[in-house]
């Protein structure tokens, strides 16, 4: 009897200890905690400002159409012209004399082509009378068309010669200033290359990249503001006149946007500016909220072509509160463009629910969660 009155303590206390690490491994882990923010911001229209440079609206590359040595240089960089003004010229001597050597030989083939028009005339009017052949007269016809094709060769070599010499001049298309100058006189230089480049004076544009998702929202004349970082506080007017027809690198379309009442502005071409389109009607009569992107699962999207246009193509789940059952719950919406830190959805959401806005990759539906407080 006493042996087993031993034995007994030993055996109820190593049935506790069983009895007790069953109980920790049951233990449940308590909900994560989830940081919530409540769907209630509505965008009522898109607001998009892109970077881009200023251009002149018109501006050319210029340079002799025949070769030569430089004579003269009367411009330097920065210089304001006005239309038709020199700006430099070629050595005319060798195109001179190009010119008078075609003027001689045209002279000759027009005297040669006059007197196979009277040898033709005469035997002509011989032929009737027997005094001369019709081979005769087919010999004196070859030969007076032969002179008047001599003319014609010769007409067009003078009028080849003469653009020639007046390409010895370099002048202004238009007025403007001149931005860049590659010449310097008594070089040789070839016909086509670069020597000057001028910009129009006044009217100046924005050259930007706009992205693939709103470039359908891009039209000819939409007004836009224009603001530049060197200009503080300043905001002007423009109206946006070309639009490329095909994407560019990152799938921008290029578009040029004129600017208007610069005034008195120190606006100069190269420098970088802000285009911001305002896009009234974006949403065409459509309701969306913003949400943070921190709230989409990207990885469980199914997301179609980009852009608002297909918006309905465009889903991917998000995580809402449910306070009542204190877990969250999937929910797939639909997509519309990216602002910023946010992004747009069409439809899925409410006003007033709660949505998951971090660590939503760790999470699935049904899940208990809780909310997160200030001071935890």
């Known amino acids: 009897m ?10 109820v206390s190593l049935g506790l200890v069983g009895c007790d690490g069953e109980v920790e491994d049951t233990v449940a882990a308590p909900p994560p905690v989830v940081k919530l923010e409540t769907v209630s911001e509505r965008a009522t229209g898109q607001v998009r400002s892109i970077s881009g440079v200023v251009e002149a609206s018109d501006q050319s590359a210029l340079s002799f159409q025949v070769s030569g040595r430089v004579t003269e240089v009367n411009v330097s960089v920065g210089e304001t012209v006005v239309a038709g003004q020199v700006l430099a010229l070629l050595d005319r001597t060798n195109y001179q004399i190009a010119l008078d050597s075609a003027r001689s030989q045209l ?12 040898d033709l005339d005469r035997k002509l009017a011989l032929v009737d009378k027997g005094f001369v052949t019709q081979a005769a007269v087919d010999s004196a016809q070859a030969a007076y068309d032969g002179a008047a094709a001599s003319v014609s060769v010769s007409s067009s070599d003078v009028e080849r010669a003469q653009k020639d010499l007046d390409r010895t001049v370099l002048s202004a298309p238009f007025a403007g200033t001149i931005s860049s100058r590659d010449i310097d006189p008594f070089v040789e230089v070839n016909a086509g290359t670069t020597l000057f480049e001028i910009q129009s004076a006044g009217n100046l544009e924005v050259r930007v990249l706009v992205p693939e998702t709103i470039i359908r929202e891009v039209d000819y004349g939409q007004p836009v503001s224009v603001s530049f970082p060197t200009l503080k506080g300043e905001v002007f007017g423009g109206a946006v006149s070309e639009i490329a027809s095909r994407a560019e690198a990152g799938n921008a379309f290029a578009v040029k946007v004129t600017l208007v009442e610069l005034g008195d502005a120190d606006v100069r071409t190269g420098m970088s500016a802000k285009v911001t389109f305002n896009f009234q009607s974006y949403l065409n009569g459509r309701e969306a ?4 992107l921190t709230a989409i699962s990207i990885k469980d999207a199914d997301l179609g072509a980009q852009g608002v246009q297909s918006a309905d193509q465009n889903k991917a789940p998000v995580f809402v509160f449910d306070p009542t059952k204190e877990a969250v719950f999937e929910r797939f919406v639909s997509l519309g463009d990216i602002r910023g830190n946010d992004i747009e959805i069409f439809s899925g959401l409410s006003e007033g629910e709660q949505i998951v806005t971090a660590g ?13 407080q200030q001071n935890q």
């Open 2 to 11: 006493r042996s087993w009155s031993l034995l007994l303590p030993i055996v």
């Open 107 to 118: 002279s000759s083939a027009r005297a040669k082509r006059s007197e196979a028009k009277e």
């Open 289 to 292: 909220f913003l949400i943070p």
């Open 360 to 372: 939503v990759a760790f999470l699935h539906d049904g899940m208990a969660a809780r909310p997160w």
